[in-house]
């Protein structure tokens, strides 16, 4: 067994409450919801926090899919298992259901939650990858009830480092709905379960044969999971076609930064760019038509 | 010879025999299923300390200084110990299995990152750890040797200054057959091919790390010991020799065992120090390592560097096998292995080919890594054997253009040749290897696959077939030839029937969860015809169980097993007797069936096993010269060991676009002689070849050029899942060993040693439309992108 190091535990009652406690306890508390990366990392000692702030009991308040006319908001202590489940997600955006079958294993989703994946800010992260993908906004909220709204670019400002001041909590994603999506994700790991090797997830937007929007998000081959807005830029008003894939793909592997690690050398990384974003593409304009 | 071989789905199901072999469910199961399993870990004694040990950061350095003062004040810490205060009572080093000595807490220097250092006792777990981090060490770090290939040069670093006149980081040299013969064989052949080829290292990442309750009675001397051991036998003997204890005062129990693989054969550290901390303190301590420390310490497996050659003629007739192995040690030479044999069974690497002339020449070297050597269902070091001779064997298929199968078969030794010496001396009692490899290849359905495959690569699908044909020798003894430290490898086994007819048996080996409370009450069963479900067998508590070397190179029913069948057999010699009194009729007019005695041609008139344990323990008089009661005992020493063999074949696709593998389809027919529980086995099965895939795709204990484990967690360290794995398909044949009391041979790493060449030869075989004759393990996705761009290089 491995033990962490001594830390103090309180359970929050509210969104408020916790805020309440994070303003006191400022960065020398984290809070806890499904906990399967911050253990391991307290365990190991690679994370030693004096206060965990358990907001589990949150979960009426933070854990919801909800469908309005131009977006869906997502709670942020929606567990995997209910990402994986959501019918209103499985129909504006299957690339949930994609990402979230090669996410670790059941017991992990039915634990684990999507605004804990994003503040964890892995650059392995498949959801991360997703909601870069998708155009997400994270809304942050801090004391008072103040809240503020920023993008995915924004969100995640380094490797394991987040827009989450210390008294703050990501408490929604917003992800903005337009006709004509499909949308696939695709990851390449050694072991099921595992961290990806390479990600990617890619949205198109299409109206009548044309592309009018597409955006791809590649995970673990660079410092946070990547956009690429040359992509975006390359394929819009475009017919889909295999070459426009190839071409997308050779954008991923020029615009991304991997390096050689026990998951793969740097050079199949960038390989495993191209070859994901031309397979997720694909997909997303299969979906997109059907 | 018989050789009876039948399809897996002839379903053996024995449920309407009385007793005896066949498919029962197993009698432990009950116990793990319901969490009533009573593991090391689960040892609670009132008073009970906790031990926590400090490891080294670093792969190589001078201990500069050390100190406790803080950890000493920490709340809740009784005691920290250091080298420097084992070294005072001559407790510092102690002897490995293989003749060498290991460090039992540093004093010099550091010689692998997580080699012990310290430790620190105090109430509980928490407060242990914790004080870990008080401890301050000053190091002087030194360069470490990483890559064994440069471990002899002569600037490398001297890693076992300890050592006497040691100016070199040499471990050993070790050779078998004949080398002139050989080059002849070379010289004439018509197709000499080489393959550089690395087992990179491994580890056998038991589910139950490694740990123990020590409690010494300072009043009576007596030390109990509650240990993660697979011999707990030889460990009492050693912990007497090493510790100066008295042998009769150690008593050492290995519970229940959440796996061993290997893992738990050596005497680690963490045991003596458990020891020692008890002896200190006064209290019962209990140390439990957790997985990093399992990873980074323990005994790992493989770790071969080695070429090998083949020589054949133009037709496919196999003439010679030559090798050459640079074996990497690490720190100490921890191998657990037979005392004559260095580099273990690696002998064996002949395989299953009748051949002319074989080779070996074999330079093991110090590294700064942890120690070990033989562990991971490897048969010491068969593993790694079968891995060289099926992949050269499938380099030659290659070269020859001729079907890997094909190959195998027309150099197969034949049925006729055994018992049958190889060409370095290893003396196979029985195979019949033909039969067992068309079975595989009739369920396989070997020639429609091969049609698939080439249709799939005319449409630049990648999809191999691979096959590995493997001869393991398991069952050490005979105890003239194989020891460890002085102790013969013999095992003993007691049987004592109760007045009701019940029974104990009492085992020198012990289960990691093998079945041995089910296979042994089996065997007992099969011989004395008391059913299964009244024989308890009791294994693993020293005090209370006979003599012998324990559970590992599966050895258990080779050994074992034969000492139960035979001890059944004295016991039913004697119960003869006893029914002769009782039927009033000679020995020689009686019957025997399964469970009873009766009169020849008088069936009406018997008795039953259960009868005569009454009498034998009764008022009633008994035969002259006849002793009451109903056991025996008995010590068997193996004359040889057993030879079980395989075919084993592996279908993997290969997404060319990503490189990953997928196997498809495992075939794995085995023949370990005389099969007990056909459930059994195929779980033991099912698991090695688990083992294989793992080895094969994704597992490696890697270290960064300053010596670090890339490997410390099971995040890092990849054992694969039921995700990884098909659904396996299992076949049989059956050639009993003639040496055997019951025919039986050894099972339980067949399949981790015969399926990593299977899988590899099938990725290799999917790869050669890009030119590929060989790619080592693991075969990842980048390291199989890396082979389909001509780029393959070796782990290591």
């Given at each position: 067994m491995q033990v962490p190091a001594p830390f103090e535990y309180e359970r929050a009652t509210s969104v408020d409450h916790a805020i309440s406690l994070l303003e006191r306890l400022g960065g020398t508390a984290r809070l806890i919801a499904g906990g399967h990366s911050l253990l391991p990392m307290m365990k190991l000692r690679l994370a030693n926090f004096d206060y965990l702030i358990d907001i589990n009991d949150l979960h009426g308040e933070l854990g919801y899919v909800e469908a309005g006319p131009d977006e869906i908001r997502i709670g942020a202590l929606t567990r995997h298992r209910e990402l994986l489940e959501s019918p209103v997600l499985a129909a504006a955006f299957p690339i949930f259901a994609d990402a979230e079958r090669v996410i670790a294993d059941p017991v992990v989703r039915n634990r684990g939650t999507l605004g804990g994946s994003l503040c964890q800010a892995d650059p392995s992260e498949d959801l991360s990858a997703v909601c870069t993908t998708l155009d997400a906004r994270c809304v942050i909220r801090g004391p008072g009830g103040a809240e503020r709204v920023v993008s995915m670019e924004d969100f995640h400002v380094g490797p394991y480092e987040t827009a989450v001041a210390d008294d703050e909590i990501l408490v929604e994603i917003r992800l903005p709905v337009r006709p004509g999506c499909g949308s696939a994700y695709a990851k390449v790991e050694r072991?099921?379960?595992?961290?990806?090797?390479v990600s990617a997830g890619a949205a198109v937007w299409l109206d009548g044969g044309a592309i009018v929007d597409a955006r791809v998000g590649l995970a673990a081959v660079g410092p946070n999971t990547t956009g690429i807005p040359a992509i975006s830029a390359a394929l819009r008003g475009q017919e889909p076609s295999e070459s426009l894939y190839e071409q997308a793909g050779a954008i991923a592997a020029d615009s991304c930064d991997p390096v050689t690690d026990q998951r793969g050398s740097a050079d199949y990384k960038r390989h495993l760019a191209a070859e994901l974003t031309r397979r997720t593409l694909r997909r997303a304009v299969e979906r997109a038509r059907s | 010879m018989t050789t009876v071989h039948e399809r897996v789905d002839t379903f053996h199901d024995n449920d309407q025999k009385p007793v005896g072999y066949g498919r029962m469910l197993r009698k432990e199961d009950p116990r793990f299923l319901r969490g009533r399993g009573r593991y090391v870990d689960d040892v609670q004694l009132p008073g009970m300390l906790h031990l926590a040990i400090l490891r080294s950061p670093v792969a190589h350095a001078r201990i500069v200084s050390i100190d406790t003062s803080a950890a000493e004040a920490s709340p809740g810490v009784k005691a920290v110990v250091t080298g420097a205060m084992l070294a005072q009572q001559n407790l510092a080093w102690m002897p490995t299995l293989s003749n060498d000595v290991q460090a039992v807490l540093a004093t010099d220097k550091v010689r692998f990152q997580g080699q012990e250092v310290a430790f620190v006792v105090a109430e509980d777990r928490y407060a242990a750890r914790d004080a870990l981090e008080l401890i301050d060490v000053e190091y002087d770090v030194l360069d470490p040797v990483i890559d064994a290939r440069r471990a002899?040069?002569?600037?490398a670093p001297l890693i076992r200054d300890d050592l006497d006149g040691k100016t070199n980081n040499h471990c050993f040299d070790w050779e078998t057959g004949d080398e002139a013969a050989t080059e002849a064989v070379f010289a004439r052949a018509d197709v000499v091919v080489s393959q550089d080829l690395v087992y990179p290292r491994v580890h056998p990442a038991p589910m139950e790390t490694c740990g123990a309750v020590a409690d010494y009675d300072a009043v009576d001397g007596k030390l109990r010991l509650w240990s993660t051991t697979q011999a707990p036998h030889a460990h009492r003997t050693l912990y007497a020799i090493v510790a100066g204890l008295p042998e009769h005062k150690i008593q050492v129990i290995s519970p229940d065992?959440?796996?061993?693989?290997?893992?738990?054969v050596p005497i680690y550290p963490g045991y003596v120090c458990a020891i020692v901390a008890s002896i200190v303190t006064g209290k019962p301590v209990k140390w439990m390592e957790d997985r990093s420390e399992n990873l980074i310490s323990t005994g790992f497996a493989r770790d071969y560097i080695m070429r090998g050659e083949i020589a054949a003629t133009r037709d496919g007739r196999i003439l010679g096998i030559r090798t050459n192995v640079l074996a990497d040690h690490g720190a100490f030479n921890g191998t657990a292995a037979p005392v004559k044999y260095p580099a273990g069974f690696f002998g064996v690497f002949t395989g299953s080919y009748d051949i002319e002339a074989a080779y070996c020449k074999m330079t093991a070297v110090y590294t700064n890594k942890a120690p070990g050597g033989v562990a991971y269902a490897c048969s010491f070091r068969i593993t790694e054997a079968v891995y060289l001779v099926e992949r050269i064997v499938d380099c030659l298929a290659d070269e020859l253009g001729m079907d890997p199968a094909e190959l195998r078969l027309k150099n197969f030794i034949q049925p006729e040749q055994f018992p049958y010496t190889t060409k370095t001396g290893w003396v196979y009692d029985s195979g019949n290897y033909e039969p067992t490899m068309r079975l595989a290849m009739e369920m396989a359905g070997y020639d429609e696959l091969r049609r698939e495959q080439a249709e799939k690569r005319a449409r630049g699908e990648l999809m191999g077939i691979g096959i590995a044909f493997f001869t393991e020798a398991v069952g050490a003894g005979p105890r003239k030839d194989m020891d460890i430290l002085g102790l013969g490898m013999a095992d003993g086994c007691e049987l004592r029937v109760h007045p009701t007819g019940k029974a104990v048996v009492r085992l020198s080996v012990q289960s990691q969860g093998q079945g041995h409370e089910t296979t042994f009450a089996q065997i007992v069963a099969e011989e004395i015809g008391i059913p299964p479900a009244d024989i308890e067998v009791l294994h693993g508590d020293t005090d209370n169980t006979p003599f012998g070397l324990g559970t590992y190179g599966s050895r258990s029913t080779p050994v074992s097993g034969a000492a139960a069948a035979l001890v059944a057999r004295k016991v039913r010699d004697k119960a003869r007797i006893i029914a002769s009194g009782m039927l009033e009729?000679?020995?020689?007019d009686l019957e025997w069936e399964k469970g009873a005695f009766h009169v020849a041609g008088d069936p009406g008139r018997s008795v039953t096993i259960q009868d005569i344990a009454l009498r034998a323990h009764g008022a009633g008089d008994l035969p002259e010269g006849i002793e009451g009661g109903l056991e025996a005992q008995i010590c068997y020493n193996p004359s040889n060991l057993t030879y079980p063999h395989g075919a084993y074949i592996c279908v993997v696709d290969i997404d060319p676009g990503t490189a990953q593998v997928t196997v498809r389809r495992f075939i794995a027919v085995d023949d370990c002689g005389t099969r007990i529980n056909p459930m059994i086995i195929e779980g033991q099965v099912h698991g090695g070849l688990t083992d294989g895939v793992g080895m094969a795709l994704m597992e490696m204990i890697a270290f960064d050029e300053d010596g670090n484990c890339l490997g410390a967690s099971l995040m890092d360290y990849l054992i694969p899942t039921s995700l990884e794995v098909p659904d396996w398909e299992t076949g049989f044949t059956v050639t009993p060993s003639p040496h055997h009391p019951i025919g039986a041979k050894g099972v339980g790493e067949s399949a981790t040693v015969g399926s990593p060449p299977a899988i590899v030869n099938a990725v290799v075989d999917a790869l050669k439309p890009f030119g590929v004759r060989h790619a080592d393990m693991p075969l990842t996705p980048s390291r199989v992108w890396d082979a389909m761009r001509g780029q393959a290089r070796p782990p290591i």
């Open positions: 072991r099921a379960g595992d961290w990806a090797v | 002899l040069e002569s600037d065992i959440g796996g061993g693989f290997g893992n738990k009729v000679s020995v020689a």
